[in-house]
């Protein structure tokens, strides 16, 4: 053979070879990386499961727990990142299992509990004592924060953590309410933690302190702002206003914006909720701002179009609109998907406030279930919800109604409300997963296709 003819040869072999690896490229299968779910809300923090490859229905005997990890009572949410799934619960030997609008007085300890995603394992664990003081006495409220290698947890009466992911151990701490001279709301404390950039934003309560944003490497007041008769239970939330960042605060006096990097207020309008109840995050559509609570109490807000000042586009539609109470709805651009106080779902055209239809099937009821919770959560073209019998549910949401795909009993209600046994912990959707706890267990649900 000529050396023309070995190049001739070498040259057919490289293509081949490039052929070859490029045909095998396209015929392996797709693998979407996995997603995690670092804190209240998902990744994104609007309640959007972003991975591919989920079943489509459930299998016949439900689907595959991979693991289950005992647990002590609580509210919280799993947070699940890096490899790990980090929650929090309450251990105590009174009877927390009451419903009640009165404060009592429970001896016990919150714990931090941070879990291997993979085996349930757990790989370490933060305890202190706590008294609670609070109404539905059972564990924690808020979902952890994973930020890289750091964690942060907020208990029911204002214990606010910074830890290492890895070890467990504490790197900074505060307590909110001798800090800041206030008293834990009747609920507790429950509005989830926000990351923004170096900052840790807390709704704490007290004389100018609603808001506090803390540096999250130290623990260091940056900024604190505005004042409210009671904390409530919205979490903080940074939009997009007329080309400007605008943190939204939802308090029980008002509907207000601030500079999430200074404190300093922007707008704000008036709000009167019953009992402190305030416990949505707002939603945005362009200029719009819409937040409700109970009882009743819904408002839609325009921002001018500087950014500047804000007005009521309407305001207590009894017979209309959206009054969520456990539950965050979910906005699909014109139209809000939400379970209201009286635990119908709803589909509300967010201009008006009209309800275009109602259904009860999320509860296997058309009469009302009061303070009725199912979490929503879109995936794809479809939702999951996952209701407080246990259930997780496929379904359809549409402006043309409700279609239910499958549903599946996965974990048993723990809890006790409004006179019914419940189960009142939002999941965890990642790895393909859902990461479920009530106030007995965690679980880890296999959910892919």
């Known amino acids: 053979m000529d050396v023309k003819q070995l190049r001739l040869t070498s040259r057919s072999v490289v293509r081949g070879c490039f052929v070859a690896i490029t045909l095998a490229t396209f015929l392996l299968p797709t693998v979407a990386n996995a997603d995690d779910w670092p804190h209240w ?78 085996t349930g394992d757990l790989l370490w664990k933060h305890e202190y004592p706590v008294k609670y003081t609070v109404s539905y006495p059972s564990g924690p409220r808020c979902t952890p924060v994973i930020d890289g290698d ?55 309560g007290g004389k100018g302190s609603h808001a506090v944003a803390f540096n999250k490497q130290t623990g260091e007041e940056i900024w604190k702002s505005r004042s409210a008769p009671e904390q409530g239970y919205s979490p903080p939330k940074i939009f997009n206003i007329a080309g400007m960042r605008q943190l939204i605060l939802f308090r029980p006096s008002a509907v207000s914006a601030v500079n999430p990097e200074d404190g300093i207020p922007i707008w704000s309008v008036p709000y009167e909720a019953s009992n402190g109840s305030v416990i949505m995050t707002p939603i945005q559509y362009g200029n719009f701002i819409y937040a409700a609570g109970y009882s009743n109490k819904n408002m839609l807000i325009r921002v001018a179009k500087d950014g500047k000042s804000a007005k009521p586009v309407w305001k207590n539609l009894r017979k209309q609109a959206i009054s969520p109470v456990n539950v965050q709805p979910f906005r699909i651009d014109d139209a809000i998907y939400g379970i209201d106080q009286n635990g119908l779902l709803y589909c509300m055209d967010i201009k008006s406030g009209e309800r275009l239809w109602q259904s009860g099937k999320p509860f296997n009821s058309e009469r009302p279930v009061g303070s009725g919770t199912a979490f929503i959560v879109k995936q794809g073209e479809r939702f999951w919800l996952f209701n407080e019998l246990g259930e997780l549910i496929i379904a359809k949401l549409s402006k043309d109604g409700y279609e239910e795909l499958d549903r599946t009993k996965v974990i048993k209600q723990t809890n006790s409300a409004m006179g019914r046994e419940v189960v009142w912990s939002m999941p965890a959707f990642a790895n393909k997963r859902a990461y479920i706890r009530n106030d007995e267990e965690c679980i880890c649900v296999d959910l892919a296709k």
Not at 84 to 102: E, G, I, M, P
Not at 152 to 161: A, I, N, P, S
Not at 186 to 201: R, V
Request: charged share 25%.
């Open 150 to 204: 750091r964690v942060y947890t907020l208990g029911t009466e204002g214990h606010l953590f910074c830890f290492d992911l890895e070890k467990g151990d504490i790197i900074w701490s505060k307590s909110l309410t001798q800090e800041y001279k206030t008293k834990t709301a009747l609920w507790g404390y429950a509005s989830h933690p926000l990351i923004d950039g170096e900052k840790l934003i807390c709704i704490v």
């Open 41 to 118: 809300m998902g990744p994104q923090q609007d309640n959007v499961w972003h991975e591919t490859g989920i079943l489509d229905s459930f299998p016949e005997s439900g689907p595959k727990v991979l693991w289950r990890t005992p647990v002590a009572g609580g509210y919280s949410g799993p947070s699940v990142a890096g490899g790990r799934v980090v929650l929090t619960d309450y251990v105590t030997s009174d009877n927390v299992k009451v419903d009640n609008f009165q404060r009592e007085e429970f001896s016990g300890s919150e714990r931090v509990l941070c879990l291997n995603a993979e």
